[in-house]
């Protein structure tokens, strides 16, 4: 997938969609099959008609190893049909996370029930300096034992075992912690952290306690390591939404 960077959410994958999608005017849409060489397309019905988008069915069966053993021919072709009929459509590329958002909107406008628990009331991109500013307070309220592992600790000069992310349409800001696996602290980080939100209008948040980084270290066949992360163990959820 291509990036873009987007003004509202940053560093962001993307995809394209018609422009009356874009603008509200059509809500239901039609994906482009998807082709490897090709973005994630979704036009509106309209659309889809004017450009016999039908005619792409077949690719759909497809996966994408047959997609991507196709002969050479075969594949220039289908590629060339795929760009001629994007041609006849006028389309907009979007971050996804604006993607998201106009789904959301287009299923309101419909009366439908959102596509996806939406998370309106946190912190974002947008929020980044509130963010920063959560992660600077819990630091120097709060004494958080060290990561070990640097695929943990990367671009976290201080390693401290914590990790602030800020939320999404999709998510709430998450406060992931390591190695506190006692009550009583965990409590403590709890409290600290409900104390920052007091001023803060945007309140939904997620705060987890792994019991430990988990990590798969290998040695490679050239004598080197590698670091792979694993979804760790979560001893504790709390939840505000
Ligand atoms: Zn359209
Ligand atoms: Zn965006």
Same mark, same amino acid.
């Given at each position: 997938m291509g990036m873009i960077i987007c003004e509202?959410? #940053?560093?962001s994958g993307f995809c394209t969609v018609c422009i009356h999608l874009f603008e509200g005017l059509e809500t239901t849409w039609v994906a482009f099959p998807e082709f490897p060489g090709t973005t994630l397309t979704k036009v509106c019905a309209h659309c889809a008609e004017k450009s016999n988008?039908?005619?792409?069915?077949?690719?759909?069966?497809?996966t994408f190893d047959d997609q991507l053993n196709m002969s050479e021919d075969a594949f220039e072709k289908q590629l060339e049909i795929i760009g001629e009929k994007h041609r006849q459509i006028t389309t907009k590329s979007i971050c996804i996370l604006c993607y998201d958002e106009l789904q959301v909107m287009h299923h309101r406008k419909s009366s439908l029930p959102d596509p996806f628990p939406v998370y309106e009331n946190t912190l974002v991109y947008q929020d980044r300096n509130q963010v920063k500013q959560l992660e600077d307070y819990l630091k120097t309220h709060f004494t958080f034992p060290k990561f070990r592992y640097s695929i943990f600790h990367? #671009?976290?000069?201080?390693?401290?075992?914590i990790q602030v992310s800020r939320g999404n349409i999709r998510k709430p800001l998450s406060i992931d912690v390591y190695y506190i696996t006692e009550h009583g602290q965990q409590q403590q980080l709890i409290q600290l952290v409900d104390t920052f939100f007091?001023?803060?209008?945007?309140k939904q948040r997620l705060i987890r306690f792994y019991e430990k980084e988990d990590v798969i270290c290998k040695t490679l066949p050239n004598g080197g390591h590698s670091q792979e992360r694993r979804e760790g163990n979560v001893l504790r959820e709390v939840e505000i939404k």
């Open positions: 509202k959410h #940053g560093l988008l039908s005619e792409l069915n077949h690719l759909k069966g497809m990367q #671009g976290q000069p201080d390693k401290s075992a007091e001023r803060i209008a945007k």
